[in-house]
């Protein structure tokens, strides 16, 4: 039965460098030893097995063996522990407590060496810790702790030595009295209760190992391997959490939460979320090295909570609007990634982000000297959103819908000026000599903007400045692209539904079908028996999809009137029943002229056209005279001359020369005039907007609301009959699709009232009866 315990024992006794020849020549033997033990009983057995069978007594022992034994024992456990060289073999040893054991002597022996253990424990801590201190000395902290891991390193060599001696008591008597504990547990409670338990000991070793953490927390460089041992000696001695954890998490807290509170008021929120991370990796590395994997949890929730949760709202007052600013991703990556460790923290960052993005969107939008830039602004910042929610907010779902929510508020802050702004900023994308960007860069810009334009809730005045816009694009010429045009039409129709398009598609239709007149038209001009030498081109438009411009009557050439009356007879002759009604505001011609320079194409609009023809007629005119001549308007003709004398290509003079027109001012025709090219545009004119433009298009947009509202007013009360104010108001905004005022809703309620679609209750002043 030996053979398993001495196998085992090779692989424990860590025997003092004296012993170590012995220790494996007692190996060696006593596995020969037990062959020939084990071959013998075989043997024998087989042979002279009746022999054994009449044998019924063992030898008797000596009278004085267990007490001589016994001493023998006691004097080489006294050498162990005194780390003297040892009388005896130490097989010899082990086979006397197998022998000891064998006559029933094992719990005596359990108790005497249990009591020599217990005596030489208790001795050891007043030599260590009494009497080799002098009375006039006193040890550091770091010379305590370097004694007391002298004094645990020791105590665990002898124990592993005499668990080896005593091995066969280890595992026979011991292994079958379960409430007895091993040797070793035994070497470890004597220990802990002789000397980890003094109160001073544990003071001391407590408040040396606090210090030196302390000192490394400050920078200092510390013998790890020495805290290691340390506090594994507490953990084996499970005293680790009762006297070290504790104080030790708490020594913490104190720590950090000063040091928070000074941090915050001493550095910036990027340098201080470096010194958070740096603090946590340090402590993360404290566990690694020598802390106990018990003690992370509960440290890492304290450095947490000292260094980040106590200051969530300071560090996002303090820091996250620079931070977001000047585009700090690195640093916003690691806010995020700090603030998700601490409960409360990402909400808290959520409402910050989400207040952040309101109030800097609502500076773009609501400060009018920004207009010129309003949508390139939010494109750049809705840009810089995005990109941060997905390089530092890890594509946080929450963040996302912030965002949206927080845009959709803001550029609705103030209401129309927007939608106006992006349907002209998409007017200077798509329109001719637009040379920013490629087909792929301006799809791209097309497709942001339809991320701006979603959160637009009154997408009917985008709708009408869009319309005037691509009007003029088409009719004079100056889109860009028939598929760019086309592309954000077909965005269009996907983001608001057909309807909203429908009027839009109707334009292109029609420019289509002019096209195919015009091929008509010509074949038909050939067969005349006049033809003429001006070429006339037409653009028949359905009224109710294109936007509604004033009639202007003004006075054209004879061979103008002419052409017109003779396209007037092609097309009725083919569509009759159709009414034409010229319109001049977008007209354009293309005039050849003669200067010193030599000849020159003017590509001009049709109001420029009669002020220039004018002077194949005299030399000078005055404002009034060609006033007078053309019947253009007045506010139209200052226009006009303006971009004709004073603006870059200056096919006319003023006098008095200036930047505007008066009503005195004369014109003459500049025949000196120069130009690198031979056809110059002067028409630009006509596609900048005028303030009259801009007025009649926002009120056309108003008169069309009001309209809708009556018309959602009757719908809704044809349908419920009887209905309470409140109710009626809610329904009302439950159907329309752009902002309105209650006040402006009553207005339009009153309005039916007052033309009889509906009246109120008689009783109840609040209800209204749909009258049929």
Sequence with gaps: SSAPHLASLGHVIDAPRDLKFSQIYFRSYLFLFNLVVVWSFHFFSHYFGAF??????????????????????????????????????????????????????????????????????????????????????????????????????????????????????????????SLLPSIWDTGLELFRTHIVSDSG????????????????????TIDRSLLRSLLGMLSDLQVYKDSFEERFLCETNRLYA???????????????????????????????????????????????????????????QKGLSTLLDEYRVTELALLYQLFSKVKGGLPTLL??????????????????????DMVQELLDFKDKMDNVVQSCFAR?????????????????????????????????????????????????????????????????????????????RLLVGKSASVDAEKSMLSKLKHECGAAFTSKLEGM???????????????QYMQNQSEPSNIELTVNILTMGYWPSYTPMEVHLPSEMVKLQEVFKLFYLGKHSGRKLQWQPTLGHAVLKAEFKEGKKELQVSLFQTLVVLMFNEGEDFSMEE???????????????????????????NKNPRGKDVEDGDRFNFNNDFKHKLFRIKINQIQMKETVEEQVSTTERVFQDRQYQIDAAVVRIMKMRKTLSHNLLVSELYNQLKFPVKPGDLKKRIESLIDREYMERDKETPNQYHYVA
């Design 201 to 220: 000991v544990q003071k001391r070793t407590v408040e040396g190992l606090l210090e030196q953490i302390e000192l490394e927390r400050n920078g200092e």
């Design 258 to 316: 000063a040091e928070g509170q000074r941090l915050m008021q001493d550095r910036d929120v990027p340098e201080y979320l470096h010194h958070v991370a740096r603090r946590l990796e340090e402590e993360n590395d404290r566990i690694v090295s020598y802390l106990d994997q018990s003690t992370q949890k509960p440290l890492i929730c304290c450095v947490e909570k000292q260094l980040l949760g106590e200051h969530l709202t300071a560090m996002l």
């Design 396 to 472: 946080n779902e929450s963040f996302i819908n912030a965002m949206k929510e927080a845009f959709e508020t803001f550029i609705n802050k103030r209401p129309n000026k927007p939608a106006e702004l992006i349907a002209k900023y998409v007017d200077s994308k798509l329109r001719a000599g637009n040379k920013e960007a490629t087909e792929e860069e301006l799809e791209r810009i097309l497709d942001k903007i339809m991320i701006i334009f979603r959160f637009i809730h009154g997408k009917d005045v985008f709708e009408a400045f869009y319309k005037k816009d691509l009007a003029k």
């Design 52 to 177: 054994f069978v009449c044998i019924s007594d063992r030898p008797k022992l000596a009278e004085n063996y267990t007490e001589d034994t016994w001493l023998k024992l006691r004097d080489a456990v006294g050498a162990i522990q005194n780390s003297t060289s040892i009388k005896y073999n130490l097989e010899e040893l082990y086979q006397a407590v197998e022998n000891l054991c064998s006559y029933k002597v094992s719990p005596t022996l359990y108790k005497q060496l249990r009591q020599v253990c217990e005596d030489h424990v208790q001795a050891q801590i007043h030599q260590c810790f009494v009497l080799d201190i002098k009375p006039t000395e006193s040890l550091d902290n770091l010379s305590f702790l370097k004694r007391m891991n002298r004094c645990w390193q020791d105590h665990c060599r002898q124990t592993i030595m005499i668990r080896s001696i005593f091995l066969f008591l280890d595992r026979t008597y011991v292994l079958q009295n």
């Design 351 to 372: 409402q910050f982000w989400r207040d952040y993005i309101k109030s800097f969107g609502g500076e773009i939008v609501c400060t009018p000297e920004k207009d010129k």
């Design 508 to 522: 292109f239709k029609d420019m289509e079908l002019s096209k195919d007149i015009m091929i008509q038209y010509k």
């Design 626 to 652: 060609i006033r007078t001549a053309t019947g253009i308007e007045e506010g139209e003709l200052k226009r006009t001359l303006q971009s004709l004398a004073c603006g870059k290509a200056r096919v006319l």
